[in-house]
């Protein structure tokens, strides 16, 4: 559904965010989130374009978040490197139809809509959810054995 720069560039403001307060290089970034070094340039080239993140080359250059964490939304990331494309007029270019979709359009519009209006309420900041076991590019702890105490009591007849 989303294409890879999508992906990718979601990758990289999410480190950015887990990351914050300092310029990080590049190949850094491309390490954390494996995305080859080439196209997270191009990736980051396009979030620069449009206000998302800062650039800067040099000693103690890197890139670094333009905005804070809880002021960036998902969509704000998406629509940056790769807008959604709301169906606006048959797709199929019937004229009779124009502007007013037939019920398949119509659904597939209503889904975008309702894709927008997600992204548009989670923010950059939600996706670092402390409470969320499963940290964003990074391998989570394993699960604690909660019933190794439980056998371990009833093997001793407690």
Do not use: W
Not at 78 to 94: D, F, G, H, T, Y
């Amino acid at each position: 559904m989303f294409s890879q720069t999508v992906e990718y560039a979601l990758r990289a403001m999410v480190y950015l965010a887990k990351n914050q307060g300092g310029s990080c290089k590049t190949s850094d970034i491309a390490a954390a989130t494996k995305v080859p070094s080439p196209y997270l340039s191009k990736v980051l080239q396009g979030l620069r374009q449009k206000g998302l993140v800062v650039l800067q080359r040099g000693v103690g250059g890197g890139v670094s978040l333009a905005h804070s964490p809880e002021e960036l939304s998902i969509l704000d990331i998406v629509n940056a490197v790769e807008p959604i494309q709301r169906i606006a007029s048959c797709p199929l270019e019937i004229a009779t139809h124009g502007t007013r979709l037939c019920s398949l359009h119509r659904r597939m519009d209503d889904a975008l809509k309702d894709m927008e209006d997600v992204f548009r309420a989670s923010t950059l900041a939600e996706m670092l959810d402390p409470n969320n076991p499963s940290v964003p590019l990074c391998e989570s702890a394993p699960e604690p054995n909660l019933h190794s105490n439980e056998s371990h009591a009833s093997q001793d007849g407690k």
